[in-house]
């Protein structure tokens, strides 16, 4: 599978600021963008997703900024909150995420809100 | 609602022990089922993934194998487990539709080799 890139490792910002966490793809026949939050002992819970006929997509203070013809989407957590406090990895997958292959993860970032 | 079930949540195995690792889903039939493993700082890498009982593609060469007997239960396994294969084993489930169709994961196996 080819790979995602995902930056920074880690992350620390302050309660009410803004987090942004990056990634990059090289396969262009990806063509479905989830991002998934993971606590502690937990599995991953989807978090928001995209498709790139779109450049961006919100869902409260979660917000994916996707640009195609760098290969790259972010995802931005608004006003931070404490409970935002998790494992963040973005992924990519081919046929709109409905193929029965399944999604490349990136490495992910370890989120910490300070309160 | 559907709902997904993985057990045990943990296990310690020694070097060279069988392992059988078990996944069920509920309220959905016919799903796409995948088995992921999580590695501390690597992400999580697919192992398998079946479209249906007794069909399983297998994404790297490996000490593991999958099987799946019954249309919503889908089975990890080992003949010896090796020290590389500890970690954190995940199983997730998708609607076979066309697109926009999301993997749903369950809270996963910690497997520790001693």
């Known amino acids: 599978q080819q790979q995602v890139k995902q930056s920074p490792q880690s992350l620390i910002v302050q309660k009410g600021g803004i987090s942004i966490i990056n990634c990059a793809y090289e396969?262009?026949?990806?063509?479905?963008f989830p991002w998934y939050q993971q606590f502690p002992g937990k599995g991953p819970a989807l978090l928001i997703a995209?498709?790139?006929d779109v450049s961006e997509k919100k869902e409260g203070r979660f917000t994916i900024s996707f640009n195609k013809s760098a290969k790259q989407f972010s995802l931005h957590i608004m006003d931070s909150q404490p409970g935002d406090s998790a494992t963040y990895f973005c992924?990519?997958?081919?046929w709109g995420g409905g193929g029965a292959d399944g999604l490349t993860f990136g490495k992910g970032t370890h989120l910490i809100i300070q309160p | 609602s559907q709902t997904i079930h993985q057990w045990p949540a943990t296990l310690v195995q020694p070097v060279g022990s069988p392992l059988s690792l078990e996944c069920t889903v509920e309220?959905?039939?016919?799903?796409?089922l995948y088995w992921y493993r999580q590695a501390a700082g690597r992400g999580l890498q697919l192992l398998f993934y079946?479209?249906?009982?007794?069909?399983i593609s297998s994404e790297v060469p490996q000490n593991l194998s999958a099987s799946r007997p019954q249309d919503r239960q889908f089975i990890l396994s080992s003949k010896k487990l090796l020290l590389s294969d500890s970690g954190f084993y995940l199983c997730?489930?998708?609607?076979?539709?066309?697109?926009?169709?999301?993997?749903?994961f369950g809270d996963g196996t910690r497997l520790s080799i001693l």
């Open positions: 992924a990519a997958s081919r």
């Open positions: 309220g959905t039939s016919n799903p796409n």
């Open positions: 997730a489930w998708s609607v076979k539709q066309n697109s926009n169709q999301p993997q749903h």
């Open positions: 396969n262009t026949a990806f063509d479905y």
């Open positions: 079946s479209v249906g009982i007794g069909q």
């Open positions: 995209i498709r790139p």
